[in-house]
């Protein structure tokens, strides 16, 4: 059976000592509950924070991007070897603010994946549609071409990542999918992840775009929907455990 994982995704906020604070009352607050997993997404200069501050707890950690690249002539770029040295378990990948700010494609996206893969780290990708696909009827042609490409880089691998479901004009607008469309997205996700692979029919499928405790509980009740994907909601600590347990 899959458990429920929440990840926070603290995007490019946070600070020295609010992370301290945070990071102190996610484990406080955080009482492990059977087959529910959280886990914190921070920006780079901060993965040695939270690597301190949550070894040894049952919270687990990571980054929000890693390089395509393993090593070489990319200034600004980290590495995903980079990113393990300091425990992480997850690294984001194909976040929508990149593919739309960065330009990242949908091969780099597998590339990045690929690359977490090869370090350790397991990736979550994202994918998802604007607001204009999904009013022209596109939201299916657009998720399935963004996991075609992970598919194809990974492989048998792709039985080892996260995918999340991140519908663009629900990120950070308040606007949440309903339980229906949210469900309809994941369970065409999950057929064709079983179909292309069969070990892949369990990969951890979460929702992401405005997820609150006041809307996590209808969205896990979902059959497809394994757990979310937070982005401002992850900032404050007792609001992210309220979601953990919904
Ligand atoms: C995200 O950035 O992945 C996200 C889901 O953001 P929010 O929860 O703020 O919509």
Same mark, same amino acid.
């Given at each position: 059976?899959?458990?429920?994982?929440v990840?926070?995704?603290?995007?490019?906020?946070?600070?020295?000592?609010?992370?301290?604070?945070?990071?102190?009352?996610?484990?406080?607050?955080?009482?492990?509950?059977?087959?529910?997993?959280?886990?914190?997404?921070?920006?780079?200069?901060?993965?040695?924070?939270?690597?301190?501050?949550?070894?040894?707890?049952?919270?687990?950690?990571?980054?929000?991007?890693?390089?395509?690249?393993?090593?070489? #002539?990319?200034? =600004?770029?980290?590495? *995903?070897? $980079? +990113?393990?040295?300091?425990?992480?378990?997850? !690294? %984001?990948?194909?976040?929508?603010?990149?593919?739309?700010?960065?330009?990242?494609?949908?091969?780099?996206?597998?590339?990045?994946?690929?690359?977490?893969?090869?370090?350790?780290?397991?990736?979550?990708?994202?994918?998802?549609?604007?607001?204009?696909?999904?009013?022209?009827?596109?939201?299916?042609?657009?998720?399935?071409?963004?996991?075609?490409?992970?598919? #194809?880089?990974? =492989?048998?691998?792709? *039985?080892? $990542? +996260?995918?999340?479901?991140?519908?663009?004009? !629900? %990120?950070?607008?308040?606007?949440?999918?309903?339980?229906?469309?949210?469900?309809?997205?994941?369970?065409?996700?999950?057929?064709?992840?079983?179909?292309?692979?069969?070990?892949?029919?369990?990969?951890?499928?979460l929702y992401g775009?405005?997820v609150?405790?006041?809307?996590a509980?209808?969205l896990?009740?979902?059959?497809?929907?394994?757990g979310a994907l937070v982005?401002?909601?992850?900032?404050?600590?007792?609001?992210?455990?309220?979601i953990?347990?919904?």
């Amino acid at each position: 059976m899959r458990g429920k994982l929440v990840v926070g995704n603290w995007k490019m906020h946070g600070g020295l000592r609010q992370n301290d604070a945070l990071l102190a009352d996610l484990r406080a607050g955080w009482q492990p509950a059977d087959a529910r997993e959280i886990a914190v997404c921070v920006p780079f200069p901060y993965l040695w924070q939270a690597q301190a501050a949550l070894s040894g707890s049952a919270i687990a950690w990571g980054a929000q991007n890693v390089s395509e690249h393993p090593i070489g #002539a990319h200034t =600004g770029e980290v590495a *995903a070897t $980079m +990113v393990a040295e300091f425990g992480c378990r997850y !690294a %984001i990948v194909g976040h929508s603010e990149r593919r739309a700010m960065q330009g990242e494609t949908d091969d780099a996206v597998a590339a990045k994946a690929a690359a977490a893969l090869d370090a350790g780290l397991v990736p979550i990708v994202c994918v998802g549609e604007t607001l204009e696909q999904r009013q022209a009827g596109e939201t299916k042609t657009i998720v399935l071409r963004q996991l075609a490409a992970v598919i #194809a880089r990974l =492989g048998k691998r792709m *039985a080892q $990542m +996260v995918v999340a479901y991140e519908p663009v004009w !629900a %990120i950070g607008t308040g606007k949440t999918a309903t339980s229906d469309q949210a469900q309809e997205v994941h369970r065409l996700l999950r057929d064709h992840l079983r179909a292309a692979d069969t070990t892949a029919g369990d990969v951890s499928l979460l929702y992401g775009g405005s997820v609150k405790a006041s809307n996590a509980k209808a969205l896990f009740a979902c059959a497809d929907v394994d757990g979310a994907l937070v982005g401002g909601a992850s900032l404050k600590a007792d609001e992210f455990l309220s979601i953990a347990i919904a």
